[in-house]
């Protein structure tokens, strides 16, 4: 397959170092392997967990990941551009705690991402036993819609995570999923928030980045045109896996540009050398 995204353009936006509870590897680390394979900007997103039951609760020192992401951005300019990002775990019970995060702390983006509905994660065998009619997807998406129309976020993480157990319980979504589906999708092109494709998905085992390259096609059809590219790696060496799945799905979907954000304003990185060099608009965060 020919470089859809060349070195300049492929952005991994999601990533985890040692500084979320189920990552390893250092800002430096991830750099300097970004580099290595021609990734263009990196973005690092740990985890902000607001469910005391969250195992990474707590756990985020935003002082901490901010100074070792503006160190790596001065030291790794001009062949690596470096952002400030953030996951955070949404659950609609905590909306109002998250909003005030995001107000206090300033982030070059926000991701929102379902884990748990209800306090239960999604991939907890007891989800699963506690939905109704077995379906995982529903309330999966019905959590996602939310999400979206929380507008608290710059974009909507791994949709389609519920597959990862859900596919080999019960197959693909269907019925009333599907249309949960179509809801979470019109909520996140009328936000304006990005959908992010996320590679994660292929060591997943689900055939595809999340979400697939079906979703993506009813996103692009629906009128949605946001993207963002991460490979949700949790240690150095997982830095842009499935990046090139996502890229493919991405093209195939006739999506051809992902975005790129500072000071949680966004703007086009295109696929295309032609088009010019990736361009980031709006200023750094306050305070960095
Ligand atoms: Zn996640
Ligand atoms: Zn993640």
Partial sequence: MTDLFPAPHRCDLHIHTALSHDGSGSVDEYCRRAIDIGIGTIGFSEHVDF??????????????????????????????????????????????????????????????????????????ARYLAERRG??????????V???????????????????????????????????????????????????EVNGAGVRHGVGSPYPSLRTLRLYRKMGGCRVTTGSDAHRPDDIGLGLRDAEEALMRAGLSAATVFRGRVGSSAPADTTMGS???????????
């Avoid at 077995?134 to 959590?143: I, L, Q, S």
């Fill in 51 to 124: 469910d005391p039951g969250d195992p990474g609760y707590g756990r985020f020192q935003y002082d901490v990941a901010a100074e070792a992401v503006m160190n790596a951005r001065d030291r790794y300019a001009p062949d690596l551009r470096v952002l400030f990002g953030v996951e955070v775990d949404y659950q609609e019970w905590f909306e109002d705690e998250i909003a005030a995060f995001l107000e206090r702390h300033a982030f070059d983006y926000a991701i929102g991402s379902v884990h748990a509905v209800g306090g239960l994660a999604v991939m907890d």
């Fill in 134 to 143: 077995g379906d995982p997807y529903v309330d999966y998406y019905d959590a």
């Fill in 145 to 195: 819609r939310r999400s979206a129309e929380s507008r608290l976020f710059d974009v909507i993480g791994h949709v389609g995570y519920a597959l990862r157990r859900g596919l080999r319980a019960v197959g693909h979504p269907g019925g009333r999923a599907m249309d949960m589906e179509r809801l979470a999708l019109t909520a996140i092109v009328r936000s304006g928030a990005c959908l």
């Fill in 278 to 288: 990736p361009h980031v608009a709006g200023s750094q965060p306050p305070g960095l």
